[in-house]
């Protein structure tokens, strides 16, 4: 089987960002709830999983959030945002993290023990600067599982990074370690997405 025949590969391709939506149709939270647990199944550095999310569902907060979204018509009218939001502080989780991979037998003791005392001397001497970076690109290994699990439950998606990230963070009353990071808009397509194009394989890709 080749690529293009393959399962992945169909609902990668029929992904596309999607702006109207039926305001009408809610997603069951159950629906929400498990599609976020199975995207977490994304890579992390050191498996640390800094992504956090606030999912928004409640219309009138929908609102009030369309106004520090550059009044994108999709915060107000999709099923629900979901706010990707990166924890700088995600180090402090690594005891949690690594005892439970020891008790699961993903990995001896002495193996957990190395990735704690690492990780803790590593992330917990970091700038904020570069743990931020780090949350970011692992939020954007997360949130593209959750747009592609998104459209094979059926359902529609639309990444936003254009809003206001500092009235976000204060309007929602955000702790110091979090920062958001991106807007995913889900729900019901009210009419079909824009069809785009991509550059060519040798204008982006050298081999050696």
Do not use: C
Request: charged share 25%.
């Amino acid at each position: 089987m080749t690529l293009a025949q393959s399962s992945l590969s169909k609902i990668m391709h029929e992904r596309k960002s999607v702006r109207k939506y039926d305001p009408q149709y809610k997603i069951p939270q159950s629906q929400l709830e498990e599609l976020i647990a199975e995207a977490t199944s994304a890579p992390s550095s050191s498996n640390l999983q800094p992504w956090r999310f606030l999912v928004i569902q409640d219309d009138q907060i929908k609102k009030e959030l369309r106004k520090i979204s550059n009044n994108q018509e999709q915060v107000e009218t999709s099923s629900a945002i979901i706010a990707v939001l990166g924890d700088i502080e995600m180090y402090k989780n690594v005891d949690e993290i690594y005892n439970k991979n020891f008790e699961l037998g993903y990995m001896n003791e002495a193996t957990k023990n190395m990735m704690i005392e690492n990780s803790l001397k590593l992330y917990g001497n970091l700038p904020k600067e570069v743990l931020t970076n780090i949350a970011t690109f692992d939020a954007g290994l997360i949130s593209m599982q959750i747009m592609l699990l998104a459209k094979e439950m059926g359902y529609d998606t639309v990444p936003m990074g254009g809003f206001d990230k500092k009235a976000f963070a204060q309007r929602f009353e955000l702790p110091a370690h979090l920062t958001p990071i991106l807007l995913i808009a889900i729900g019901k397509a009210a009419v079909p997405a824009y069809g785009s194009s991509r550059l060519s394989l040798d204008k982006i890709a050298k081999f050696i």
